[in-house]
């Protein structure tokens, strides 16, 4: 089994930057994507890194400002969210999730996911 430990997120102004991290420990034979739920609104994919051939997708919202990369290691898998250009609706908790097999979006079918990081982007 997947296990999954964001870290990263924090307060920051308006035009600011954040990297987010994820661990992933366990089972690493997954892609790992990238949501975010804001208050009162869906969950929302944001970003996705397949494991095969780390090929990048990104949501139209964050295209352009956010790049997602991997480090892997013999059993542990570092997969990373560099967020540039942070805008107030950026304002989510965020979270990484484990995709059996590779990305074909953003969307794709979540099966395990941490408890999440909190990122604030103040005017």
């Known amino acids: 089994q997947v296990h999954l430990v964001e870290s990263g997120g924090g307060l920051v102004q308006s035009g600011g930057s954040l990297r987010l991290s994820c661990l992933v420990s366990?089972?690493?034979?997954?892609?790992i994507a990238w949501f975010r739920r804001a208050p009162g609104k869906e969950r929302e994919g944001v970003s996705c890194?397949?494991?095969?051939?780390?090929?990048?997708?990104?949501g139209d919202s964050v295209k352009g400002r956010f790049t997602i990369s991997r480090d892997n290691a013999k059993n542990t898998v570092y997969v990373y969210l560099q967020m540039n250009s942070l805008k107030p609706e950026d304002t989510a908790v965020y979270y990484c999730?484990?995709?059996?097999?590779?990305?074909?979006?953003?969307?794709?079918?979540?099966?395990?996911w941490g408890q999440g990081t909190q990122v604030t982007v103040s005017p």
């Open positions: 890194i397949s494991i095969n051939d780390e090929r990048t997708f990104y």
């Open positions: 366990g089972d690493t034979r997954y892609s």
């Open positions: 999730a484990s995709v059996w097999g590779d990305c074909h979006g953003v969307d794709d079918e979540w099966t395990y």
